[in-house]
T-cell receptor, first 114, second 114 residues
Framework: EPEVTQTPSHQVTQMGQEVILRCVPI?????FYWYRQILGQKVEFLVS????????KSEIFDDQFSVERPDGSNFTLKIRSTKLEDSAMYFC????????????FGPGTRLLVL | GENVEQHPSTLSVQEGDSAVIKCTYS??????FPWYKQELGKRPQLIID?????GEKKDQRIAVTLNKTAKHFSLHITETQPEDSAVYFC?????????????FGKGTLLTVNP
């Protein structure tokens, strides 16, 4: 069964550094998402992406965040200047669309900002 | 925006007992309600979902009920087993158009004691 994949599984970075989290959604899916989960807390929506543009973003998704689908397979989340509070698990998810709403999550990238 | 409340935050049951987790939502436009199971350090996995045109859905030991008027939905697990121990998240979506973002509850840590 196809799965959403994410790399890296873990990333440690210094405050102020840029990080890029990578995701490969399921190949025939059309809607893409990033969520984050701070340790012990609920999953929070960051951004949705459809038809090569952002369709919605949350208050968390400020100017330090950006998303890109540079080719037909990858979907990336960039944090330009990381802060301590960006430490979290970041999940990518995708949906097929066309009436199919089931959202499939990737395994996550655990980001630790020191 | 949508707000999802989930109770209880922790639930401990004996193997073989039933477990019930309840969620309420605020946005009457929400029409899709999935439940995810998350084991420690793993991705959220969809276990069951329900759409607003259905009042109840069952899949073996798992069932979900939806009361649109009261804006609440519940997860029922019967004949619980130790491998059911995990964090369970409810979510809501007013999906359609270009966005199917999920708003999650805070999660319920279910412990099934052998």
């Amino acid at each position: 069964e196809p799965e959403v994949t994410q790399t890296p599984s873990h990333q440690v970075t210094q405050m102020g550094q840029e990080v890029i989290l990578r995701c490969v959604p399921i190949s025939n899916h059309l809607y893409f998402y990033w969520y984050r989960q701070i340790l012990g807390q609920k999953v929070e929506f960051l951004v949705s992406f459809y038809n090569n543009e952002i369709s919605e973003k949350s208050e968390i998704f400020d100017d330090q965040f950006s998303v890109e689908r540079p080719d037909g397979s990858n979907f990336t989340l960039k944090i330009r200047s990381t802060k301590l509070e960006d430490s979290a698990m970041y999940f990518c998810a995708s949906i097929e669309g066309s009436g199919q709403e089931t959202q499939y999550f990737g395994p996550g990238t655990r980001l630790l900002v020191l | 925006g949508e707000n999802v409340e989930q109770h209880p935050s922790t639930l401990s049951v004996q193997e073989g007992d039933s477990a019930v987790i309840k969620c309420t939502y605020s946005d009457s436009a929400s029409n899709y309600f999935p439940w995810y199971k998350q084991e420690l350090g793993k991705r959220p996995q969809l276990i069951i979902d329900i759409r607003s045109n259905v009042g109840e859905k069952k899949d073996q030991r798992i069932a979900v009920t939806l009361n649109k008027t009261a804006k609440h939905f519940s997860l029922h697990i019967t004949e619980t087993q130790p491998e059911d121990s995990a964090v369970y998240f409810c979510a809501a979506s007013s999906g359609g158009g270009s966005n199917y973002k999920l708003t999650f509850g805070k999660g319920t840590l279910l412990t099934v004691n052998p």
